[in-house]
């Protein structure tokens, strides 16, 4: 029983030491014929590189302003940008009362008044503004807290009047966007 067992013992062992000799080559004709493939991978061609910007692009401009605390204030009185920028402006409300709301609005020159008495009549519900040849550009009615924002191509070179149109600020809150040429 016991030689039995060798027998098949080293029976197996022959023929697991045949087998391995046999199976040898294989892997390695499945790993050269496998390598090809992984490098055309590595070698993907890349999308072509962005277009280079040789027609230049308005110019971009981010400008930030904010109003002072509880007061009827922008942090800023003076803005420039050059003529025809695109010019994003963020606007952001540092007041706590709630009777603290502002909005940025660009008007032309000498229509502060106008555009403020417009937006009085017209009241809440319209964000005390009517949009109207002589508002450039605004960032809507911001509460205590938050911000907005608006996106503009800025005019023609000159000195424009950004004020804030909620009911009585706009004599106190104002600046002035000096556009370059
Ligand atoms: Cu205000």
Redesign the pocket.
């Known amino acids: 029983m016991r030689n039995a067992l060798i027998l098949i013992c080293s029976g197996l062992l022959l023929c697991t030491a045949c087998d391995d000799k046999e199976k040898a080559a294989p892997p390695a004709t499945a790993a050269s014929s496998q390598a090809p493939a992984a490098s055309a991978k590595a070698e993907a061609p890349k999308p072509a590189a962005a277009p280079a910007a040789s027609a230049a692009p308005a110019p971009k401009v981010e400008l930030e302003i904010a109003?002072v605390g509880d007061t009827?204030a922008f942090d800023k009185t003076k803005l420039t940008v050059p003529a025809g920028s695109e010019v994003h402006l963020r606007f952001k409300n540092n007041g706590k009362q709630e009777v603290?709301?502002?909005?940025w609005v660009l008007v032309n020159p000498g229509k502060e008044a106008a555009v403020a008495a417009e937006g009085l009549a017209k009241a809440p519900t319209a964000g005390y503004l009517v949009p109207g040849p002589d508002v450039l550009a605004f960032a809507p009615i911001t509460k205590p807290g938050e911000t907005s924002e608006v996106t503009f191509k800025a005019p023609a070179p000159g000195a424009y009047p950004y004020i804030?149109t909620?009911p009585g600020?706009y004599i106190l809150?104002h600046g002035v966007l000096t556009v370059t040429p």
């Open positions: 109003s009827m603290m709301q502002h909005n804030c909620y600020h809150m």
